[in-house]
């Protein structure tokens, strides 16, 4: 490298090195709860292998055996919110060149008022704190908080956070302002998931589920809406259970030949308004991933229309209409 370009090189470099430190500062404050992860006593502190929430809604934890203690008789995984105390056992694993592991993989649930820990751990809203406690063969029981593993700040395909598919509830690993680690636990959102559509050749069904309802079901009505105008249409809806479906008023939603409209789809209860999405994914990008084709549907007078549905940048759902012929056209 020549002696005129090497200044623009190490300015280069340390203009890198201060947007890593700022973006590592900025994940760390993300992650960060305004709590302390230590009880009324200061306990011990073990940096855990592995520590993640896969899917939204499985923890993982894998914690190093400490090198000075003989092996445990029996340990577990606690996670403490107040009064509250769940727990889980951890199993002992060995290797070669290993001091040893504890480790889980254990299902999150989101419920509030309940006991029944039989289908994993039963969690409700919060910040529930981690504790291992480890028992020897003499039955004596030592416990150790966890510290708060590094947050990578990775931009790719997939979330670093998803909610629950199940319930829709976030359960996210973060960190106490003293280091320790800690699980976030966030009720669901009032959402009208989008389950999927059917696209058929003379009708367009859509499937969905309503999570975290304030109103009666029977109270809640479908619409679309057409951009760029206050024009809504009602749809009508089936219930089962949580789960509505309604094919979309086609014929309504088509203009002229050769106009295109484009409608958003919604749920509605009194001036609560619900847009129809998929946010019960890990995907970062939905329209870039859940890519969907153009069908051309024949109505119910014969007439042919193009029919594009597919889903936002945010994942809601919209659907574009453009009139094409009739059938003795084609």
């Known amino acids: 490298m020549s002696e005129s370009l090497l200044p623009y090189a190490v300015g280069a470099a340390k203009r890198a090195r201060t947007m890593a ?3 590592r500062r900025k994940v760390e404050r993300m992650n960060t709860v305004p709590a302390l992860g230590t009880g009324v006593r200061p306990r011990p502190v073990v940096a855990p292998v592995h520590l993640s929430v896969l ?3 499985t923890l993982n934890v894998a914690v190093p055996v ?8 029996a340990a577990r995984l606690e996670l403490i919110h107040g009064s509250r105390r769940v727990s889980v056992d951890l199993d002992v694993e060995t290797g070669p060149g290993s001091s040893g592991l504890l480790t889980a993989t254990v299902p999150l649930r989101y419920a509030e008022g309940e006991d029944d820990t039989s ?8 910040v529930w704190r981690f504790s291992v406690v480890v028992t020897d063969n003499g039955g004596r029981e030592t416990r150790a908080d966890l510290s708060a593993p590094a947050f990578a700040a990775v931009d790719g395909p997939m979330l ?6 199940s319930s829709g509830a976030v359960f996210r690993a973060v960190r106490s302002v003293d280091g320790r680690a800690m699980l976030k ?3 669901p959102a009032h959402q009208a998931d989008l389950s999927g559509f059917d696209l058929r050749w003379d009708r367009v069904t859509v499937r969905g589920r309503l999570l975290a309802a304030r109103h009666p079901l029977e109270s809640y009505t479908a619409e679309v809406v057409r951009r760029g105008s206050n024009k809504s249409v009602p749809v009508p809806l089936s219930w089962d259970g949580d789960n509505f479906t309604f094919d979309l008023p086609l014929r309504t939603m088509t203009g002229n030949a050769g106009v295109q ?3 958003d789809v919604q749920l509605r209860a009194g001036r609560t308004k619900l847009k129809v999405a998929k ?3 890990q995907v970062r990008h939905p329209k870039q991933v859940f890519r969907t084709p153009f069908r051309v549907i024949s109505l119910e007078d014969g007439s042919l229309t193009r029919v594009h549905a597919y889903l936002t940048p945010a994942g809601a759902l919209a659907v574009a209409c453009a009139a094409i012929g009739t059938n003795e056209d084609a």
């Open 55 to 57: 899917g939204g809604r």
């Open 119 to 126: 289908r994993g751990l039963l969690l409700s809203s919060g």
């Open 279 to 281: 946010r019960l994914t």
């Open 21 to 23: 430190v700022r973006v």
């Open 66 to 73: 400490s090198r000075n203690s003989a092996d445990p008789a």
């Open 160 to 165: 670093p956070t998803s909610p629950s598919e």
């Open 261 to 263: 409209r484009t409608w």
């Open 185 to 187: 636990v966030s009720a």
